[in-house]
Every structure is written in structure tokens, then in C-alpha cells.
């Protein structure tokens, strides 16, 4: 799904190991990631399938979008760091929070293709979108320093 041929492609060069930055989260739902990295995949389904389904490609019964916050979540788990005992809890694995950033980029970008850019929706779904980045950026930033830890598959906390 390469809807957007005018956006500059974001090269990931860091270890597999480490959680994408924002940016690249954001370049790799649109189609435009280069480079090898699990999470840099998973989000680009995510964005192929919101896309087939804004665009009535696909009414999907939402199985595919279960399958892939569980890969993500299971990526997750084998893959961060084991957080500081003092960590706080977040309310939401990672797998959920790329899903809703996903579906948020992929409707602010049909809007803005779509209805007259003047339109509040416009505004409103990009401003939305930027709100859901700064979050995903703070949360991969306090994983990262051990201070925040995610809910664990199967109802523990990892």
C-alpha cells in the first residue's frame, strides 16, 4: 500500500531490538519504511487493512486486527526490557495503541484526500492523530527507561 507517493521514506537503521520512534512508526503504516524490523511490518498491515477497509476494499470481521496486536504484543513481550519493579502500569498493550494510531493516520490521511481540506473533520483527525504520537513517543520513551512497564499477554504485567 503505497497511497502516498509524494512523502519522504524513513530508513530504520536501529537494532531490532529497540522500538521504532514515532516517526517511523507513522512512515511505516503509510508503506514508506526500508530497513528490517518486526514492529516496522506489523504497522504497515495495520495500515494496508484500515486503508482496504476505509476505502471498501475489505469489511473485514476484525480477525485480522486481533492477529495483529496479539503480534505485536507478542513481539513486545519477547523483545523489551524487563521493567524497573517500580514501574507504573499502562492501561493498554502496545499492540492496541499502534492499532488505534494506525486506524487514526489512515482516516486523517482519506480525509484529507477526500473532503475539502476546510472541513473541521480535516483538522480535527490531524490533530487527533499528532495527540496519538506524542503519546506512543512518551510511552516507547518511559519503556525504554524502565519506568513504564505494559499489560502481559494472558492478564499478567510485564
Known amino acids: 500500500m503505497d497511497v502516498t507517493s509524494d512523502v519522504s521514506e524513513f530508513h530504520w537503521e536501529g537494532p531490532e531490538t529497540a522500538l521504532l520512534p514515532g516517526e517511523a512508526l507513522l512512515s511505516a503504516i503509510r ?11 506489523l ?9 482496504r477497509r476505509l476505502t471498501g476494499l475489505d ?7 486481533a492477529e495483529l496486536v496479539l503480534a ?3 513481539w513486545v513481550g519477547d523483545h523489551l ?14 499492540g492496541t495503541v499502534i492499532d488505534r494510531l494506525a486506524y487514526a493516520q ?8 477526500t473532503v475539502d481540506v476546510s472541513d ?3 483538522h480535527e483527525s490531524w490533530c487527533q ?8 513517543t512518551d510511552l516507547v520513551t518511559a519503556i525504554a527507561q524502565r519506568s513504564r512497564r505494559l499489560p502481559a499477554l494472558g492478564g499478567g504485567t510485564r
Open 72 to 74: 505485536v504484543d507478542v
Open 43 to 51: 504497522a504497515h498491515e495495520f495500515g494496508v487493512m484500515y486503508h
Open 81 to 94: 526490557p524487563v521493567p524497573h519493579p517500580s514501574a507504573t502500569l499502562h492501561t493498554e498493550t502496545l
Open 31 to 41: 508503506g514508506h519504511h526500508l530497513g528490517d524490523h518486526r514492529l516496522a511490518d
Open 59 to 65: 469489511s473485514g470481521c476484525g480477525c485480522r486486527r
Open 120 to 122: 473541521p473533520r480535516v
Open 106 to 113: 489512515v482516516h486523517a490521511y482519506r480525509l484529507l484526500m
Open 129 to 136: 492523530l499528532a495527540e496519538l504520537v506524542d503519546n506512543y
